[in-house]
């Protein structure tokens, strides 16, 4: 469609991040006004424009606003955006067409952008996508789990059933546009007379006007609400990844369905174990004496503690590989490893008898005296 995603729209706009909704708005009308297609004679002032319109129909918008700040223009995919997926802005049309009518445009503006404007479409729309974020344990991740979050999103609303009508009143054909949802309009200009077909902006597109407007939704036909919502969360999740529950994001127009929800995961860290992928990564601190002597030490995996077979002689940073014990693949039935990188460490503060046995070993000991006479062989250099 030609609309440039990558552009950061607060530059776009010329704004600060924390601009007010007002200041957004203010700068928008600047730009349009001066990029305006039938207006300006500077090239490129039609790619411009575009970019202008799409900035603000992100950052014009409370809810994709905030998920554009926490996910950047990623969340376009999934989030709030659907408009550009399903053919169409949602519901920021009507904002534009109020904002063109006001600078004298009139309604012959939405045709410029043809299809990108949903011009021309009509009937009830999808709800749209909601992106949220998902916070896990490195458990919860791990092994699965079923999570109980909070959102607020559109329902529809009970009192009037998304009719948006006064319960006991009618709905009536709309007016302006005969039931069709379409309406249109002529304009002249020095190209001669054009018309232009959009969507009705009384009834939106779907025929029908309330006389009576159901006072708990002031006849819009839904209400935001606070919802809990239950994801099942599968074994092996990592960091990134997305979980789309279809059907489960705003609720849409009378008859159109349910956007979907999308669940970005965050996996905490955890105190012992970091990972990579299904893999996992551990550190286990070993005595200079098991180091030394070999031992059967307790490492923790994620399914409880497991031996850990150290040969004599090891050196510490000798990382240890345990085939299987990661974590599950997310999307298959297979498993990671789990690698211990174990640390010597030496006694800081030793007990009386602890010293006199270093002491003992000190008198005895092959490393200090193999140092020695290596470094004796270099004697000549520093004089
Ligand atoms: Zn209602
Ligand atoms: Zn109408």
């Known amino acids: 469609m030609g609309v440039c995603m990558a552009k950061d729209y607060y530059e776009t706009l010329g704004i600060q991040r924390n601009a007010s909704q007002e200041e957004i708005t203010r700068a928008y009308k600047e730009l349009a006004k001066k990029y305006h297609p039938d207006i300006s004679k500077e090239r490129g002032a039609e790619e411009k424009f575009k970019e202008v319109q799409h900035a603000y129909s992100v950052l014009g918008d409370g809810q994709k606003r905030r ?29 534009f067409s109020d904002i063109f009518e006001s600078f004298g445009f009139g309604r012959g503006f939405s045709d410029i952008f043809g299809a990108e404007f949903g011009g021309g479409r009509a009937g009830p729309r999808r709800g749209e996508n909601m992106a949220v974020r998902l916070n896990l344990t490195f458990e919860e991740a791990a092994f699965g789990t079923k999570k109980e979050i909070e959102l607020e999103r559109i329902e529809e609303c009970g009192n009037c059933h998304g009719s948006g009508a006064r319960p006991g009143t009618s709905i009536e054909t709309c007016r302006v546009c005969g039931g069709s949802g379409m309406e249109r309009s002529t304009r002249r ?20 006007t309330v006389s009576d407007p159901c006072p ?31 059907g489960q994001g705003n609720y849409g127009e009378k008859g159109a369905g349910r956007g979907d929800l999308i669940a970005i ?9 970091r990972r990579d992928g299904t893999d996992i990564f551990m550190e286990a601190p070993l005595s200079f004496s098991e180091a030394a002597l070999g031992a059967a030490i307790e490492v923790p995996t994620l399914k409880g503690k497991a031996k850990l077979r150290i040969p004599a002689g090891t050196q510490g940073g ?4 345990m085939t299987g014990k990661g974590v599950k693949a997310v999307d298959r039935n297979a498993y990671g490893d789990e690698y211990v990188k174990v ?13 006199e046995l270093l002491e003992k070993l000190a008198e005895e000991e092959e490393v200090s005296r193999k140092r020695n006479s290596f470094f004796d062989r270099f004697k000549g250099m520093f004089g």
């Not at 001669?192 to 009384?202: N, Y």
């Not at 000798?318 to 590989?321: E, G, L, P, R, V």
């Open 67 to 95: 998920n554009y700040d926490q996910f950047g223009s990623e969340a376009e995919r999934f989030s709030g955006f659907s408009g550009f997926n399903a053919g169409g802005f949602s519901n920021t049309e009507a904002d």
């Open 189 to 208: 200009t020095f190209l001669g007379v054009i018309q232009t077909q959009s969507t009705c902006r009384k009834c939106r597109g779907s025929g029908e």
């Open 216 to 246: 708990e939704c002031s006849g819009k036909g839904n209400v935001h609400r606070r919802k809990k919502i239950t994801i099942s969360v599968p074994e092996g999740i990592d960091t990134g990844q997305q979980l789309r529950l279809k």
């Open 265 to 273: 995961v965050y996996v905490e860290p955890h105190e012992i174990f």
């Open 318 to 321: 000798t990382i240890f590989k």
């Open 343 to 355: 640390l010597v460490r030496t006694p800081e503060k030793p007990s009386k008898r602890e010293r």
